[in-house]
């Protein structure tokens, strides 16, 4: 896949005078982002930064029961005792595997090794490096015909009544190729969580991601940066595919701006459009058309 400079820019500075407490929170983001980038190619330091920073973020949260019947709105770091829910008619799953944050910084090193993304700072990158993370670690990029029904029939097959432990372990689905929104958006809250990014974790009813669709059941994240507020959509990506094969040429992640009156919308339980932008290339990835469609995402109700 072709890693592009392009979409939101997010790391230009804000003009907005945020209150001191949202000020400390990306002060924090970019310490962490500093303290990140100087061990980077120090995997031993950069090993114990992250066990003490895992041990800090789970000592300041708690265990919690998370899904669309539970929880529905997180704006913490998921404990890996968490038992985060797909369906309340199946073993939840636990964000247990450390070597999750491993895979990031994996990524983080590809990009700072690529010609075309060295000089940029790391905070411009964090979203393609979440998002690529996450495709990663899962092994797939989106949904196909067969995603679902898979998904399903794993948590089937792993859902017992007399299962014990009753939950799963995130590392059972590793590069599966089969996980979902639930999964998807539950690991990005983490992996932002960890770099110190003010993230919320939405568990909502009411989406709409095709226009030709009903509303329904979807997991994603709001972002909160110097730019201000953010809808991230790790399991729906912005695509660029070649025309009449749907070969996936490349993709960039799935940010949408919102207002500070959009996100207390959602919060409260309202609804907000965005529009979405895919393209449509020939062979040689030149671009042909532009296609534009609106999503609708939902908050908690």
Request: glycine share 4%; proline share 5%; charged share 30%.
């Given at each position: 896949?072709?890693?592009?400079?392009?979409?939101?820019?997010?790391?230009?500075?804000?003009?907005?005078?945020?209150?001191?407490?949202?000020?400390?929170?990306?002060?924090?983001?970019?310490?962490?982002?500093?303290?990140?980038?100087?061990?980077?190619?120090?995997?031993?330091?950069?090993?114990?930064?992250?066990?003490?920073?895992?041990?800090?973020?789970?000592?300041?949260?708690?265990?919690?029961?998370?899904?669309?019947?539970?929880?529905?709105?997180?704006?913490?770091?998921?404990?890996?005792?968490?038992?985060?829910?797909?369906?309340?008619?199946?073993?939840?799953?636990?964000?247990?595997?450390?070597?999750?944050?491993?895979?990031?910084?994996?990524?983080?090193?590809?990009?700072?090794?690529?010609?075309?993304?060295?000089?940029?700072?790391?905070?411009?990158?964090?979203?393609?490096?979440?998002?690529?993370?996450?495709?990663?670690?899962?092994?797939?990029?989106?949904?196909?015909?067969?995603?679902?029904?898979?998904?399903?029939?794993?948590?089937?097959?792993?859902?017992?009544?007399?299962?014990?432990?009753?939950?799963?372990?995130?590392?059972?689905l590793k590069e599966?190729?089969?996980?979902?929104?639930?999964?998807?958006?539950?690991?990005?809250?983490?992996?932002?969580?960890?770099?110190?990014?003010?993230?919320?974790?939405?568990?909502?009813?009411?989406?709409?991601?095709?226009?030709?669709?009903?509303?329904?059941l979807h997991a994603?994240?709001?972002?909160?940066?110097?730019?201000?507020?953010?809808?991230?959509?790790?399991?729906?990506?912005?695509?660029?595919?070649?025309?009449?094969?749907?070969?996936?040429?490349?993709?960039?992640?799935?940010?949408?701006?919102?207002?500070?009156?959009?996100?207390?919308?959602?919060?409260?339980?309202?609804?907000?459009?965005?529009?979405?932008?895919?393209?449509?290339?020939?062979?040689?990835?030149?671009?042909?058309?532009?296609?534009?469609?609106?999503?609708?995402?939902?908050?908690?109700?």
């Amino acid at each position: 896949m072709n890693w592009t400079w392009n979409w939101y820019n997010i790391e230009m500075e804000s003009k907005s005078n945020w209150p001191t407490q949202e000020n400390n929170k990306q002060e924090e983001y970019e310490e962490i982002l500093s303290e990140i980038e100087k061990n980077l190619y120090h995997p031993e330091k950069l090993k114990g930064w992250t066990k003490k920073r895992l041990i800090e973020l789970k000592n300041k949260s708690e265990p919690l029961q998370i899904g669309f019947n539970y929880k529905r709105w997180c704006s913490d770091f998921i404990h890996s005792e968490s038992e985060t829910y797909r369906s309340m008619w199946v073993d939840p799953f636990r964000i247990d595997d450390d070597s999750l944050y491993e895979e990031m910084f994996s990524v983080m090193k590809d990009f700072k090794d690529n010609p075309s993304w060295k000089n940029k700072p790391l905070r411009s990158m964090m979203p393609y490096v979440i998002q690529h993370t996450i495709v990663k670690y899962f092994g797939n990029l989106t949904a196909s015909v067969n995603t679902e029904a898979n998904n399903q029939e794993f948590y089937k097959a792993h859902s017992a009544d007399d299962s014990f432990p009753a939950h799963i372990s995130l590392k059972e689905l590793k590069e599966k190729g089969i996980a979902v929104c639930a999964e998807k958006a539950a690991v990005a809250q983490n992996l932002t969580s960890i770099l110190g990014l003010e993230s919320n974790l939405v568990m909502s009813s009411n989406c709409k991601l095709l226009p030709e669709e009903k509303e329904e059941l979807h997991a994603f994240n709001i972002w909160h940066t110097k730019k201000g507020y953010f809808i991230f959509d790790p399991t729906n990506p912005m695509l660029k595919m070649e025309k009449d094969t749907n070969t996936i040429k490349s993709y960039n992640p799935a940010i949408y701006p919102i207002s500070k009156d959009d996100f207390k919308k959602i919060k409260d339980g309202g609804v907000v459009s965005v529009q979405n932008e895919d393209i449509v290339c020939d062979s040689k990835g030149n671009i042909l058309e532009k296609k534009i469609a609106e999503r609708i995402y939902g908050g908690p109700n």
